[in-house]
């Protein structure tokens, strides 16, 4: 069973960055997409980025095309979300998950993990 563990949310600035990183243990070869999805209150999870461990053209939702960056080190089992020129409306809760491949649906992704705050001040 892969077991998530994001970190690295906060409140910052607009204008500002945060880099969010994602811990996946217990990772099986059937697992090869990571992804990430926001929830902001009163709204439906959405998708963020998604990467694949096995490498391959990163997938990004259009409002963070430009701004947002997924990596991954697969040495260490980490996907990373690095988040430039924030915006008030990227406030949320941030979570990763995994999948057997990428996906932007959430329904594709069976494993999560408990969710990091994201608030973008004005």
């Known amino acids: 069973q892969v077991q998530l563990l994001e970190s690295g949310g906060g409140l910052v600035q607009a204008g500002g960055s945060l880099r969010l990183s994602c811990s996946a243990s217990g990772r099986t070869f059937s697992s090869d997409a990571m992804g990430w999805f926001r929830q902001a209150p009163g709204k439906e999870?959405?998708?963020?980025?998604?990467?694949?461990?096995?490498?391959?053209?990163p997938a990004y939702r259009n409002s963070?095309?430009?701004?947002?960056?997924?990596?991954?080190d697969n040495a260490k089992n980490m996907v990373y979300l690095q988040m430039n020129s924030l915006k008030p409306e990227d406030t949320a809760v941030y979570y990763c998950a995994s999948a057997t491949a990428i996906t932007v649906q959430a329904t594709g992704y069976k494993y999560w993990g408990q969710g990091t705050q994201v608030t973008v001040s004005s």
């Open 45 to 57: 999870r959405e998708f963020v980025a998604a990467t694949a461990w096995s490498g391959g053209t």
């Open 64 to 72: 963070v095309k430009g701004r947002f960056t997924i990596s991954r």
